[in-house]
């Protein structure tokens, strides 16, 4: 399979993950940065999204309830 190939069996969002698992996984491979690494900097994304989701959903709950 060519590059232009994969790019036609996947969409734009699957293309997007491809994309991300090769960088990661050449970062790791070369050294660049540990699993462990990733792996923080992974949760501490996810945190981050908790909380903004969380914020989002309590200012909406305010707006609903003049």
Do not use: Q
Not at 22 to 44: R, S, V
Not at 56 to 61: A, H, I, N
């Amino acid at each position: 399979m060519t590059f232009n190939e994969a790019l036609e069996v996947m969409g734009e969002d699957e293309s997007f993950r491809a994309t991300v698992y090769a960088m990661n996984t050449l970062l790791i491979e070369k050294g660049i940065y540990k699993p462990e690494e990733f792996d923080a900097l992974f949760i501490e994304h996810a945190i981050n999204f908790k909380r903004r989701v969380a914020k989002e959903t309590s200012r909406e709950g305010v707006h609903a309830n003049p």
